[in-house]
């Protein structure tokens, strides 16, 4: 079993609409959660880290499930530029190894 | 800040030749990342260092790899000798790194191409 696990997708979305998406982690002494965003052909960039209590920012909303060791992004009202493939990371206990899903890629649609 | 700057941005280079992809991470930042990236396997990490130490190397993927950090503003990945599998784009990051908060900042990474 991969540490890591994502739907590669891709979703397609109609502009407007929301789409959620999950990651399974193997790990279950994880402690930290990020969602990252990579648009075609560039690096990596941190979107929102994930915390206990579930977080928020404008129109993306993250949850943690410890007990069924997955977490969730939801994106609302879908915008065009939200294409991308978005990366699940998880910091394992131990040291600091940051290790990435395979992504989740999203297509919006006009 | 500049952000993590990697070079080259790109390289061509023939099977059996030696290949070095070199990164200056954020100043500052303690922990550094060798990631590569396909579309088989996705980002896969390859090393971290931490205050120039490497920590855990068990995504190399064989001898013919070796990373190193002389110092906190200064990592090269090295490839010898390269192989056209070896294809891919490598990514390096960096981070300050406590317990607990680990967001990497990537540079833009090296696509290489073995032939």
């Known amino acids: 079993r991969k540490e890591v696990e994502q739907d590669p997708g891709p979703f397609n979305v109609p502009e407007g609409a929301t789409v959620a998406f999950n990651c399974t982690y193997s790990?279950?002494?994880?402690?930290?959660f990020f969602w990252y965003r990579q648009d075609c052909r560039k690096e990596p960039k941190l979107l929102m880290s994930v915390y206990s209590s579930g977080n928020e920012d404008g129109r993306f909303t993250a949850q943690l499930n410890r007990a069924s060791q997955y977490i969730s992004l939801l994106i609302r009202d879908s915008k065009l530029s939200d294409s991308a493939t978005y990366l699940c990371v998880v910091n394992q206990a131990a040291g600091n190894k940051l290790t990435f899903g395979g992504g989740t890629r999203v297509l919006v649609k006009p | 800040d500049a952000g993590v700057i990697q070079s080259p941005r790109h390289e061509v280079t023939e099977m059996g030749q030696e290949v070095t992809l070199r990164c200056k991470p954020i100043s500052g930042h303690n922990s550094l990342f060798w990631y590569r990236q396909t579309m088989m396997r996705g980002l896969e990490l390859l090393i971290y260092f931490n205050n120039n130490v490497p920590i855990d190397d068990s995504g190399m993927p064989e001898d013919r790899f070796s990373a190193k950090m002389p110092n906190a503003s200064f990592s090269t990945l090295k490839i010898q000798p390269s192989e056209p599998r070896d294809s891919a784009v490598y990514f390096c990051?960096?981070?300050?790194?406590?317990?607990?908060?680990?967001?990497?900042?990537f540079g833009q990474g090296t696509r290489l191409t073995v032939v």
């Open positions: 790990n279950s002494a994880s402690q930290s």
């Open positions: 990051a960096s981070s300050w790194t406590n317990y607990m908060n680990t967001e990497a900042f």
